[in-house]
Every structure is written in structure tokens, then in C-alpha cells.
């Protein structure tokens, strides 16, 4: 145990392979513990490296092994990946994963807090019951158009239905299928309320922590953003610079590049997608609003005052897709929201400049 210097571990539900090695990479042990048994094997074994692949249980026990005094690295798991030899096995993953946390090279994930975690679980378990919603949302307005009543698409044009399906006088709707639908209506009031409740949650949280409220001033980032942002990221000085921010939330496009020649073509959608979905729907947002907005404009004067990033998206709306231009918008968002929270600083909005209506 006292020549250990590198541990890995491939974690599981209640089954756990361990493999130990010495300073000149020498197997010291393989062995197969159960749960209730790694903190005591690992107590054992003199502080040292200890490597895991980051998964949903691996902060927990990376924040166990610190206590412990050991130096542990959570690994993306796709990294591992390239050093498994052979054919897939728990051994074999174990030992993959302590040769890749020994590379210099290697990048890691940093270990998260229970707190951080527990403002995670609320954003989860919204975009669940927000999933459901809509999914009730589509099977009301299916079922509805059977009977000939069509509705718009749209969270908002779901209440004409709600109001026929509650109408028992109206003649248009059998009572068999107010039957049927009535408990689907109550279900969406009810997860309706339910995810209120968690924007309340989320908006208190984004407002308590000093990192949201400086991110949740940036154009196309609200309370949720912000919150989101600030509970994913530990620790922002990791990233090099905004663009490799916005390459580890998939925002950048995608290299195809050989032989000198470079290949670009759509982003690469890695990383986070929560992340990045809240990125691009915030910027189309932005986009929305200051095309609605310069449109008024120009319909009351020959210029308009606006910011270089707002100037910048409307001139490459002129000759890029609505999309296209949103998910550059979110790149750009990312990279100030990256700068605002490794440098600690505010938020400082752009001088406006004039731009021919």
C-alpha cells in the first residue's frame, strides 16, 4: 500500500473495480470491491492520484476521496476511451482509466459541490416537467383536431382548447372524449404550477450567488441562464480562452481539416446541451427583439442607435439564416459570459454607435 501513486476506479451502481500501480507503472493490485467497502480499501492506501471517468455518482465520491487526503481527477469519459485495450471489461476500464490520469495532457472535470449539484437537480428537474407538459400540450391539441377544433402551435393557443374541453355545454366536444381529455388538462395545470414553483427556486438561487447575478445582466442570459452557468462551470480559469469556452459547449463549428486544407462545417453540438440550448434560445431571443425594435425605428427616423454586437447581428442577417445567426450570437454570448466570470468582473454594455436605417 505505501508504494501505491496511482489509482483507478471504474464506478458503479454497488460493484467497483479498482487498480492500483507504483511509481514505475507496476500493477500493485487489482481487486473487485463492493460499495460499502472502497472508502474503507482506499483509507488504507497513503494519499495519491486517484483517477475516476465523470458520471452522475462521481463527484460524491471524489469529494469522499478528498477527504481522504487523495488527489482525485474526474476524466470525460469519452477521453478513457483510447487507452482501453483490448476488449471492454470493468478490469480493463479500471485500468484505462489510471493510465489516462497520469498524462500530462489530459483534460479533467472539475469536482462540484453539493450545492452546486442540488441548483443542477432544479434546472433537470424543470426541463423534465417542462418535457411532459409539452408533451400533453401535443396530445390535447391532436386529439382536439380530430373532433375539427385546430388550435396554433404554442404553449399560448392551448387555452381556447382548455376552455371548449371545460365548456359540458358544448355540443361540439362528445362527453366520452371530455372524459378522456380532462385528466390530461389537469395534469398540465398541475405541471404547470409545479414548474413556477422551481422558476421561483431558480430565480432565489441565481439571486443569492454573486457569479449569476453579474451573468444574468448579459443580453440573451436570464435568471435561468445564469444560474445554469454558474452552477456547471467550477471553475472558468480552466478554459484558455472564451473561444475554447464556447468549443466545450459545442458552439463552434465542426473540423473536417487534412493535408493544410481546413474543413468547417456545423457546430459540433459537444458539451453541455442544456447549456447550449439556453445559449441559442436566449440569443434568438435577442435577435427578435432588435429586429422588432429597429423596424420601429426605422419607421420614425433615418438612424438608429444601436450596440456594435446588435449592429454586428443585424448585418449578418442581411445574408445568413435567422438560425445560423442565433447560434453565432450564442457563441458570442458564451465567450463575454466566460470572460465576466474568470475575470471576476461586471458586465460593461457596449458604447452605441449609429448604423444607417
Known amino acids: 500500500m505505501e508504494t501505491i501513486t496511482t489509482v483507478g476506479i471504474d464506478l458503479a451502481k454497488n460493484v467497483f473495480q479498482v487498480h492500483a500501480v507504483d511509481a514505475q507503472g507496476q500493477v500493485v493490485f487489482r481487486k473487485t470491491v463492493r460499495r460499502a467497502a472502497l472508502l474503507r480499501l482506499l483509507s488504507?492506501?497513503?494519499?495519491?492520484?486517484?483517477?475516476?471517468?465523470?458520471?452522475?455518482?462521481?463527484?460524491?465520491?471524489?469529494?469522499?476521496?478528498?477527504?481522504?487526503?487523495?488527489?482525485?481527477?474526474?476524466?470525460?469519459?469519452a477521453y478513457v476511451k483510447a487507452y482501453v485495450r483490448r476488449q471492454k471489461n470493468d478490469a480493463a476500464d479500471a485500468a484505462a482509466i489510471c493510465e489516462a490520469v497520469s498524462r500530462p495532457s489530459m483534460r479533467f472535470v472539475?469536482?462540484?459541490?453539493?450545492?452546486?449539484?442540488?441548483?443542477?437537480?432544479?434546472?433537470?428537474?424543470?426541463?423534465?416537467?417542462?418535457?411532459?407538459?409539452?408533451?400533453?400540450?401535443?396530445?390535447i391539441r391532436s386529439h382536439m383536431a380530430e373532433l375539427g377544433v385546430v388550435a396554433p402551435a404554442g404553449p399560448r393557443n392551448v387555452a381556447p382548447?382548455?376552455?371548449?374541453?371545460?365548456?359540458?355545454?358544448?355540443?361540439?366536444?362528445?362527453?366520452?372524449?371530455?372524459?378522456?381529455?380532462?385528466?390530461?388538462?389537469?395534469?398540465?395545470?398541475?405541471?404547470?404550477?409545479?414548474?413556477?414553483?422551481?422558476?421561483?427556486a431558480i430565480l432565489e438561487q441565481c439571486r443569492r450567488n454573486e457569479v449569476s447575478r453579474r451573468l444574468a445582466v448579459i443580453p440573451g442570459i436570464g435568471p435561468l441562464t445564469a444560474s445554469a452557468l454558474a452552477a456547471s462551470v467550477t471553475d472558468p480559469k480552466m478554459f484558455k480562452s472564451g473561444r475554447e469556452f464556447a468549443a466545450f459547449l459545442g458552439l463552434v463549428p465542426r473540423q473536417s481539416s487534412t493535408g493544410g486544407k481546413e474543413r468547417l462545417g456545423r457546430i459540433s453540438k459537444m458539451g453541455d446541451r442544456y447549456l447550449r440550448t439556453l445559449l441559442v434560445v436566449g440569443a434568438t431571443a435577442v435577435l427578435r427583439h432588435a429586429k422588432a425594435?429597429?423596424?420601429?425605428?426605422?419607421?420614425?427616423?433615418?438612424?438608429?442607435?444601436?450596440?456594435?454586437?446588435?449592429?454586428?447581428?443585424?448585418g449578418l442577417l442581411n445574408k445568413k439564416p435567422f438560425k445560423l445567426v442565433a447560434v453565432a450570437l450564442a457563441n458570442k454570448t458564451a465567450r463575454i459570459a466566460w470572460a465576466v466570470m474568470a475575470r471576476g468582473e461586471k458586465y460593461r454594455k457596449p458604447a452605441p454607435m449609429a448604423k444607417a436605417a
Open 161 to 200: 382548447l382548455l376552455e371548449r374541453l371545460a365548456d359540458a355545454s358544448d355540443e361540439g366536444i362528445p362527453a366520452v372524449a371530455r372524459l378522456a381529455l380532462s385528466p390530461l388538462a389537469d395534469q398540465m395545470a398541475r405541471l404547470h404550477r409545479e414548474i413556477e414553483r422551481l422558476d421561483r
Open 44 to 77: 488504507k492506501v497513503r494519499p495519491c492520484l486517484v483517477g475516476m471517468e465523470a458520471c452522475a455518482s462521481s463527484h460524491h465520491w471524489a469529494r469522499a476521496l478528498i477527504e481522504l487526503g487523495h488527489r482525485v481527477r474526474l476524466i470525460p469519459p
Open 110 to 139: 472539475p469536482v462540484k459541490s453539493q450545492e452546486q449539484q442540488a441548483v443542477l437537480m432544479l434546472h433537470r428537474a424543470r426541463a423534465l416537467l417542462v418535457g411532459q407538459r409539452t408533451a400533453l400540450i401535443c396530445a
Open 293 to 314: 425594435q429597429g423596424s420601429a425605428k426605422a419607421q420614425g427616423s433615418a438612424k438608429a442607435q444601436g450596440s456594435p454586437p446588435r449592429i454586428w447581428a443585424e
